[in-house]
């Protein structure tokens, strides 16, 4: 299951994430999406895991929690719609 996690702190790093998705289950890809310009963070990242089961416990869980100094937005990711 892919996870969006939005209103990240800037300095928050892909091990950061592993590392508090890691607590519910295995995390397969950690994606921090970075502005194309200047490298720095988005303020939003995507977590895959494998098991739906782990997934939906650790969105329970994390959604409004605090990471670094921000609390998370953490749901389920949505199919991009195409911008044009």
């Known amino acids: 299951m892919n996870i969006y996690v939005g209103n990240l702190d800037f300095k928050t790093s892909d091990s950061d994430l592993e590392k508090t998705f890691g607590e519910f289950g295995s995390v397969s890809n950690v994606n921090i999406i970075t502005d194309k310009f200047s490298g720095r963070s988005r303020g939003f990242a995507f977590v895959t895991m494998d098991n739906d089961d782990e997934a939906r416990?650790?969105?329970?869980?994390l959604n409004g929690t605090t990471l670094g100094s921000r609390a998370i937005t953490v749901n389920e990711a949505r199919e991009r719609k195409s911008r044009y």
């Not at 416990?57 to 869980?61: D, H, S």
Request: hydrophobic residues 40%.
């Open 57 to 61: 416990k650790a969105i329970e869980e």
